[in-house]
């Protein structure tokens, strides 16, 4: 039987060097069928027990504002967040300004006191958000099919590695 895989043999050896060895757990099976497996299911945004035979596999909606100061905090050190209107609030200001961050964010406009901020900078935004549709072609992405966020945080990485390393998309 021919074997299909999302990534050809240049990628998949750029990034079997990362997998995890010697996890605990039910035996190992092919890896390269599983991650293209994930990644089949990451692009067309079906269900796991959908896959095609041949990339067998068994089978948390949360608004974006909250999630910010938790991002923050997992994400380190940062010199500035640049985002629009909608993280527009003083918690998250003050939130930055404790970190050392600068706060590039426009106010909303039933603001009492306009807010300053680097018009310049938020204009580079753009670039945001051409990453974030560069990766909603990723159904199951788009959608956050992943009840976990651990899970979501893996799907959006495998994403991101073929959305922007030129990794070899053709689907098995």
């Not at 999302?6 to 997998?19: G, Q, R, T, V």
């Not at 990723?138 to 495998?158: C, E, G, H, M, P």
């Amino acid at each position: 039987m021919r074997r299909h895989f999302w990534l050809d043999d240049e990628a998949w050896a750029a990034i079997e060097l990362h997998l995890p060895r010697k996890q605990p757990g039910a035996r190992r099976v092919d890896d390269r069928r599983i991650i293209s497996g994930i990644l089949h299911v990451l692009k067309a945004g079906c269900r796991w027990q959908d896959c095609p035979a041949i990339l067998p596999l068994t089978a948390d909606n949360v608004a974006h504002f909250t999630m910010a100061g938790p991002l923050m905090d997992a994400a380190g050190r940062a010199r500035c967040l640049i985002a629009d209107k909608g993280y527009d609030a003083n918690a998250l200001r003050k939130r930055l300004h404790a970190k050392g961050a600068e706060a590039i964010i426009p106010g909303r406009s039933n603001r009492k006191v306009p807010i300053d901020y680097d018009e310049v900078r938020y204009k580079g935004r753009w670039r945001i958000e051409a990453a974030f549709c560069r990766l909603k072609d990723f159904r199951r992405i788009a959608t956050r099919y992943d009840k976990l966020a651990q899970n979501f945080l893996s799907a959006v990485a495998l994403a991101t590695l073929v959305a922007f390393l030129g990794l070899n998309e053709s689907q098995p």
